[in-house]
């Protein structure tokens, strides 16, 4: 991640965005949170997600099955002993979780699963 903006974050939202961790499911404050507004990285505020792509797939953790255009970068991640993908943030390469395919919870058949302490939500006046 880019230094200038790790001072201000907590060692909880560090340990996500910096060192790659994951919160304990159903922890996150945006779990089965649904307001209408905009998610954006916790570390550098740049949009990630549209409030209209947020579902509930039940698993933990906020799902998304589309990601604001150029937001989000996406790697291989060979961790834990399986390949995912991980998402990262496109401007401050912050750590968000990971994206799926083919799990048919929506149309798009993509769910972004992604930690709350890495986001934070900007609602619609």
Known sequence: MKKKYIAKLSESEKSIL?????????SGEYDNFFNEGIYVCKACETQLFESNCKF????????????????VIKRRDATLGRIRTE???????????????????????????????????????
């Open 18 to 26: 910096v060192d790659s961790g994951t919160e304990s499911p159903f």
């Open 87 to 125: 998402i990262i943030c496109a401007e401050c390469n912050g750590h968000l979780g990971h994206v799926f395919e083919g799990e048919n919870y929506t149309k798009k058949n993509t769910r972004y699963c992604v930690n709350s302490l890495s986001l934070k939500f900007i609602p619609i006046l």
């Open 56 to 71: 509930n797939s039940h698993c933990g953790w906020p799902s998304f099955d589309d990601a604001i255009k150029d937001a």
